[in-house]
């Protein structure tokens, strides 16, 4: 049998068709490369943007493709978190971020130096989502006489800013005047020029304002966007609204399928649609009520699976137990799993016999998994809620603060090519 004759020229990706060429971009696997490959020549560009501007491309590439995090953001804050008012504590430093080793990023190094102002106060990262950041950011206090936390006349309103670091682009948000108490600052949805954010207020009832006493008030939300400016929810109008008690004993316990969750110190759960701003309450088991605490360092909700199911997380006063419920017929919250935390990690190393001599705390819960560490000792390790297996968390063993996954812009800016 006679040689095959070989190719008269080299062959090279440019050879290819444009249908070829199409699956091969659409097989690349990351937003990164995919930038960088319409950046590289008018026609690998001219096949990614072809067609509507990019659209029909950019919704293939999304459906084979899901946006991996190129790193993670980590709030220094951890004493209270998403809020502002009596005693809040701003963190001394900005948050950090941490590049994924999985994704191909180059390592990216982002920071928060290109919002101003980068060196008159602190700010705390309130919330993250995609590849945005929402920061609030502290102003001074016109009168420092003042020592409850509703006389608004004493106070200035601190800022809010929506940035994405990896473009370096912020937008400042104009707060309503004489806001005092935040509960809490979110990012809803949408890009640089289209996001939403709600803001939760701590609103405080009348008869405390006229008398001066800091006992118990009612949430409030209101919606913000680029086009419309605030949108109020609700508004407090009768007997039926949800009550909380006073400002400190209220804490942000979770968030997960459109519903935002805190946790009261009178032994309550108060939930927020996202969707409708309507407010309510978490009906608890009997077995629930005799908790002694419903703390942020005992108490969280999280979701599983796509979020939509949702488990209440609790640790025992004594550290010993982490226990997880579900939700049973009708509101009754059922025991799903108990795993007693100081005999399940005696096998992971680098554990000390002294470190859980007083109580475990929770650091972080996201969907599926949960942080925690001893009290006195920063030792973290999580649970995966699937599966129950525990592993030291070296990765984040000095950032103790809420995490905040950041992912690259979608959908991307095709440049043209250089």
């Not at 190129?70 to 005693?87: E, Q």
């Not at 102003?139 to 020592?147: I, L, Q």
């Not at 949430?219 to 609700?234: D, I, K, Y």
Request: net charge negative; with cysteine.
């Amino acid at each position: 049998m006679g040689k095959a004759t070989p190719p008269s020229g080299a062959t090279s990706i440019h050879d290819l068709t444009d249908d070829l060429l199409e699956l091969v971009l659409l097989s690349l696997d990351s937003p990164v490369c995919l930038v960088r490959s319409a950046a590289s020549c008018k026609h690998w560009r001219r096949i990614v943007v072809a067609t509507d501007g990019g659209a029909a491309f950019l919704r293939r590439f999304r459906s084979l493709h899901s946006l991996l995090a190129i790193g993670t953001f980590y709030s220094i804050n951890i004493d209270t978190p998403c809020s502002y008012g009596r005693h809040h504590t701003w963190p001394e430093v900005d948050p950090v971020f941490v590049p994924s080793s999985a994704c191909p990023s180059d390592r990216l190094q982002l920071s928060l130096d290109f919002v101003p102002p980068a060196d008159e106060g602190p700010r705390e990262l309130a919330d993250g989502r995609g590849s945005l950041l929402l920061l609030l950011m502290e102003k001074e206090r016109t009168d420092y006489s003042c020592h409850c936390c509703y006389h608004v006349a004493d106070y200035m309103t601190p800022d809010l800013v929506v940035c994405e670091p990896l473009t370096q682009r912020y937008q400042a948000i104009p707060l309503p005047a004489k806001l005092v108490c935040i509960l809490g600052a979110f990012l809803l949805d949408g890009g640089m020029t289209d996001f939403r954010v709600l803001l939760v207020l701590y609103q405080h009832e009348l008869n405390d304002i006229v008398t001066g006493q800091n006992g118990h008030g009612y949430p409030s939300a209101m919606v913000f966007t680029l086009n419309s400016g605030w949108r109020h929810g609700r508004q407090h109008n009768n007997i039926d609204d949800v009550y909380l008690p006073r400002l400190e004993e209220v804490h942000l316990a979770g968030r997960t399928g459109g519903r935002i969750y805190w946790g009261c110190n009178d032994k309550q759960l108060v939930v927020l649609d996202e969707r409708t701003l309507e407010f309510s309450n978490v009906a608890l088991s009997d077995n629930m009520m005799n908790w002694s605490e419903f703390g942020r360092d005992n108490l969280r909700v999280v979701g599983v699976g796509d979020g939509a199911t949702v488990r209440i997380l609790h640790v025992s006063n004594n550290g010993g137990n982490l226990e997880v419920f579900r939700q049973g017929h009708g509101n009754d919250w059922v025991l799903q799993m108990s795993v007693q935390l100081v005999e399940a990690i005696r096998g992971l190393p680098g554990r000390e016999e002294n470190y859980f001599d007083m109580k475990t705390v929770i650091i972080d819960a996201e969907e599926g998994f949960v942080v925690l560490s001893p009290e006195h000792k920063t030792w973290l390790f999580s649970v995966d809620l699937e599966t129950m297996e525990l592993k030291r968390e070296y990765g984040r063993e000095q950032y103790t603060g809420p995490a905040y996954p950041y992912t690259f812009p979608w959908p991307p800016v095709m440049r043209a090519c250089v």
